[in-house]
Each structure stands twice: as structure tokens, then as C-alpha cells.
């Protein structure tokens, strides 16, 4: 079983920045695919960015490319999310998950593994 931990969410002005990060610990080696999601009170869970593990592959939501870079340091086993110039619109929770199979763009299909969520609120 994997454990992920977020943390680096804040409240921030919009223009702003925030790094965060996800912390995976456990049993990691079957890991194919590694995301960060959002959900906002009232919508539904959107998918950010996800990074493929091994291959690199990466995939953003067009809501944040430009925006944030989504990286992974393996041997830290952390996964980063670096949010630029944001928007009051970001305001949400963000999750990191990780999945068994490979990257399908940003979708939460297949991600079996997630975090509590670390409060990312954007004001204008």
C-alpha cells in the first residue's frame, strides 16, 4: 500500500506562486503514473497534470498549461506541482494519486492511490 502526503498549499494573492509537493511513501514500485488533481466546493474533481514515471510523458489541463510544471524527484520519491501566476479560479484542494498503468492525459481513471489534499485558496 502507498501513503502520499501533500503539503505547500497556502492563500495567496492572485499573480501569486506556490510549490507543492507529495510525498510517497510505502509500497511505490508499481507506480506507472503520478497526477495532481483539484477539486473545488461544488465542482467536480478536474484533473491538473500527470507525469508518466519512467517515460516522462506529461500531460496539463489547458486551464494551467503555461502556468504550473509539474516534476518528480525519485529519489526524494516526491512529486511537485510549481503553480505561476495564479488565478482566483485555481482556489480548490489538490491531490496527488498515483496509478498502476500509464498517463491517459488527465484523467483520474485508473489512479487508486490518493492523498488527503493540501487548500490552495486564490484571492483576487
Known amino acids: 500500500e502507498m501513503q502520499l502526503v501533500e503539503s505547500g498549499g497556502d492563500s495567496v494573492q492572485a499573480g501569486g506562486s506556490l510549490r507543492l509537493s507529495c510525498e510517497a511513501s510505502g509500497y511505490i514500485y508499481n507506480t506507472a503514473c503520478m497526477g495532481w488533481f483539484r477539486q473545488a466546493p461544488g465542482k467536480e474533481r478536474e484533473g491538473v497534470a500527470t507525469?508518466?514515471?519512467?517515460?516522462?510523458?506529461?500531460y496539463y489541463a489547458d486551464s494551467v498549461k503555461g502556468r504550473f510544471t509539474i516534476s518528480q524527484d525519485n529519489a526524494k520519491k516526491t512529486l511537485v506541482l510549481q503553480m505561476n501566476s495564479l488565478k482566483p479560479e485555481d482556489t480548490a484542494t489538490y491531490l496527488c494519486?498515483?496509478?498502476?498503468?500509464?498517463?491517459?492525459?488527465?484523467?483520474?481513471?485508473?489512479?487508486?492511490?490518493w492523498g488527503q489534499g493540501t487548500q490552495v485558496t486564490v484571492s483576487s
Open positions: 494519486a498515483a496509478a498502476t498503468r500509464g498517463c491517459l492525459g488527465v484523467t483520474s481513471m485508473g489512479f487508486s492511490d
Open positions: 507525469i508518466h514515471i519512467l517515460r516522462g510523458n506529461i
